[in-house]
């Protein structure tokens, strides 16, 4: 049986006609408190810290409380753990020891573990708090459940909650959430449909814990206090743009199987950004306490934005992250993740009062420092001809300032060439002597700077409002599918796209910086492109677009992605020519793991590219079945040529199988492709051909020391591998060298000791059969990534 505090409950006030001092259970009563994920990392991080800071604020008030930790595992062993966590609560600065030393011996004592597994053992834990409340005499207050565990849980826990653990005699049942609600729009209407067969709409508290940090509850307060002021200004006619940034140093080391599968923009964009941004735009509720006003205006914000495509975002993603990928989840080297760790995306209002203002959502991981905030950026037509330095020259911006950073706190700040905010209440007051910083451009002193009173952490704000019964700090059913509708669409245009790498920190540079035409959002800086004889020692930071050449010959270089953009590009620009000069294009493809991620490019977002006026010829083929996975055919085909729009007949794969046997030199496969390559290609000249070079220097598949002949008659041979399958069918060097353009792709840290040595070597074709590949009346181009490149 449990100790049992009585508690003299504060008045909480509410503004007449809210509906909440009922549905709140003020009065006195007993509360339960079951957290279900007790002893997990967020219970053991905030929620008991914010359960015990509630219990402190209302010690003396006439209610008493009982609180669990519910798990999985058994009693025996999880009550130790609980209690370890238990004892680190604290308690706020203007508590004493000796009244804190009380209150933490007292939450203890109300504190007890139970399992939480199975349907009996709900009915017992519903069974316990009957019993209580029977030999104790109390009345029921209310129950409140905290679902800290993953989401697919929710539902099956709520079926147990509502069949076995609903209170009696008009208590309230409120069960709280955690994100993520969903992955889609799809899954969030799903887990919504089974979370409404167990619990009505009022009792789910769907938790965003960025609406307890204390700047962003207050974006609405500050709007009502300073509505003047405010009201002539924000409109379309007044504000240049707003910014809403959430960075972040850290890597995601650790939750790579949970953020694999969600990415930056489920993560944070969609549901932490949309909120501050609903804050900033929706229409100024007549009465702020009123739950249903609030939500109903945010909802008809969210419905007013224009849809979100894929030219309304950039991706990124930092350079680590594919190792992390590649270790936590047990993949091998080959697997790419296009999961993005960086996202900026463009929305916009459809209303009079916002037309064309742009509204920036920005967050990532790795990026050069720790801070969060929205901007609104107001349009300056003051100039000042001399005395640039002049206050009303400087940015006019109101700066919502959620912490860290340069500034190290919560803040609000307007510009002194704004207007001076109006007073503070209990909870915030005004800082008058500030530290020597800046904010977005501005000096802290430059600034009338309002801050809280108390800093007060996020869960504990949202478990106060929870436990009072006000609801317009929460993400109601309504909003969050209008949420995903908004972001699903963006989300399924961004799935194929490859992210831009950037290294990290610091070392980002200007890489991630975004320019805005429009509607639309691009990335600021194009590719980067360099020469060896002019990299020295530099790091990543030193180097942003560079231009140079590589073994005498054309060299393009840039991370990843923006490399097979690149090429991508290059060769739709070849084709179009071609075809616009003589009809026909002609393209041989070469195989291996390096061109998968172009032709994934051109099958995604080349959709104007000339297909059917193209023929795809093999630059090599190894001589297995042409349905076998080592088929470089059968890779082309999976990859690229059954998600485009080709005329069958200019498909052209390699014979390696004739006659039930596969590159026999009698059934002459190598004649047959040099024939026909001879009648369907003028001159034998290709237009485009696409290499790559292999860690021991071959190309296609001519390998070192084998019979090279680079001024020999044939174009089509058979050759030797030195690895299985051995025997292979390719393109001779002087096939290679009558094309119009030749591009070699070289991608990879493996492959960054054969640049160096191919950069320092000439011509030796018995070491290196790329060095032979030499146009004759052609262009030579080198694609190389800043992996090969630098190492």
Known sequence: MFVTVFLLLVALCAHKGNGLEKEAGRGPGHVSVIIVGGTGDL????LWQGFFQLYLHHAGAGNTFSFYGGGLSPAEKATPVLFEILKTVSCSKDVSQERCALLKEQFLRLSQYRQLKTLEDYQELAKQMEEQLQQEEMVEAGRLFYLSVPAFAYA?????????CRPTSGAWLRVVLEKPFGHDYRSAQVLSTQLRNSLKEEEMYRIDHYLGKQVVSKILPFRKENQRFLEPI?????IERIEIVLKETLDVKGRIPFYDQYGVIRDVLQNHLTEVMMLLTMKLPQNLSSSDEVLQNKLEMLNSLLPLGKNQAVVGQYQAYKEEVQKELNQTKDRVSHTPTFAAVVAHIHEAQYEGVPILLISGKMLDERVGYARVLFKNDVFCLQNHNNVHCKPKQIVFYFGHGSLGYP?????KNLFRPAGTDAHWKEVTEHKDAAVLGLPVSEYNVQVPAEDKEAYAELISHIFAGQKNSFVSTEILLASWALWTPLLNSLSGIFPRIYPGGSDNGDMLDVHLKGKEIKYNSEVVIISPDEMGGTSPSSYQVMKGKFRSAE????????LIERLAADMQDAAEAAVHQGGVFHLALSGGATPLALFHRLALYHFSFPWRETHVWMVDERCVPPTEQDSNFHNLHEHLLQHIKIPYHNIHPMPVQLNQRLCVEEDGGALLYEEELKKLVNDSSLHFILLGVGYDGHTASLFPGGKLDP?????????????KPHQRMTLTLSAINRAHRVAVLVMGKGKHELVTQLSRTTENLNRYPVTGVKPANGSLAWYIDYDALLG
């Open 43 to 46: 219970a053991k991080k905030y």
């Open 156 to 164: 099956d826990i709520a079926e147990k909650i509502n069949s076995s």
């Open 234 to 238: 924000w409109n379309r006619h007044h």
């Open 411 to 415: 803040a609000v700040l307007v510009s």
């Open 555 to 562: 060299m393009v270089s840039a991370w990843t992605e923006d």
């Open 711 to 723: 001024l020999g008659k044939s174009l089509v041979a058979l050759t030797e591998s030195p690895t």
